[in-house]
């Protein structure tokens, strides 16, 4: 397994938990998110390690952005 995590940019509320989970868990691989609006963190385990620019995407499709951190 491999953790990755990022600060975004943007979450206000659950939703905005909720669009962010559901775009970076389409990519491959991904095991497990964890998501928090209030402190913009953003974990995510996978079974192999993922591009950072994949996730980065992920999350702007969703509406925010984010870096790794
Ligand atoms: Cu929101």
């Given at each position: 397994m491999a953790t990755a995590e990022f600060q975004v940019t943007g979450m206000s509320c659950g939703h905005c938990e909720t669009a962010v989970r559901e775009e970076v868990g389409?990519?491959?691989?991904?095991e497990d998110i964890q998501v928090s609006a209030e402190s913009g963190r953003l974990v995510v385990t996978a079974i192999e390690p993922l591009e950072d620019a994949a996730v980065l995407a992920a999350v702007e499709e969703a509406g925010y952005s984010a870096v790794r951190v």
């Open positions: 389409l990519l491959e691989g991904v």
